[in-house]
């Protein structure tokens, strides 16, 4: 899977690549269906589905439409081959993240005790932050959000995860605040998203030095 000088094989981004996705989208699909606190970003989703008359699925779409915008601003031009990326990866990601959270519901994931449900939804803020760390390093394609993350982590803050992750939550913490004002009421913003805000960079951080060690940042 790696080549004799560390890189990945091609056979070895796809692989790695689809095992991040499997793993962000069980671990985002983890803490929609507790609702005890999602990651930022699909929290703020969530809550402008609740908004707005529109499924989860199409508001993580569109919202991941919007970053992909300010990503090329931030880049100072549009660069046609990462927006590809961006689109062949939100697009599944969005419906696979949706659909698991409502099958994890029908199997009745919401009956389960307290202490059990808020352990298994910090082992899905972690597992979002494992996937995250994994594709982010291959940067082959990247979720709109994560290629923000990106792009802020290494253009202007020398590589540092955890500030980075800070400064991309400006945006979907706007939006739920926001959300809050105009409904009264807040979803999937509970323990989860407290811990996702102080120690997903951190997550992300170890998971680079931890999870498949010999994979480093490429394409940057």
């Not at 707005?52 to 300010?70: H, I």
């Not at 996937?131 to 979720?143: A, D």
Request: charged share 10%; aromatic share 10%; with cysteine.
């Amino acid at each position: 899977m790696y080549q004799p000088n560390g890189k990945p094989t091609v056979f070895g981004d796809l692989v790695l690549l689809l095992v991040s996705i499997i793993i962000n989208s069980f671990g985002n699909a983890l803490t929609v269906s507790l609702n005890l606190g999602s990651a930022m970003w699909t929290a703020s989703a969530v809550n402008l589905s609740h908004l707005f008359p529109v499924s989860l699925g199409n508001m993580l779409l569109l919202e991941g439409v919007a970053v992909v915008a300010v990503n090329a601003v931030l880049l100072r031009h549009a660069d046609w081959h990462r927006m590809l990326g961006n689109f062949c990866f939100m697009i599944p990601f969005s419906y696979l993240v949706s659909g698991l959270a409502s099958l994890m519901v029908k199997f009745g994931i919401t009956n389960l005790p307290l202490i059990p449900a808020v352990i298994l939804d910090i082992v899905g803020i972690m597992m979002i932050a494992t996937g995250i760390s994994i594709y982010q390093r291959i940067n082959l394609i990247l979720h709109p959000n994560d290629d923000l993350m990106q792009i802020i982590r290494f253009r202007f803050f020398h590589g540092n995860a955890i500030v980075a992750q800070l400064v991309s939550y400006a945006t979907p913490i706007t939006i739920i605040v926001i959300t809050l004002i105009v409904k009264h009421t807040i979803w999937a913003v509970n323990v989860g998203t407290v811990v996702a805000l102080i120690f997903q960079g951190t997550f992300i951080a170890t998971s680079d030095r931890w999870v498949f060690r010999k994979l480093k940042h490429q394409r940057l």
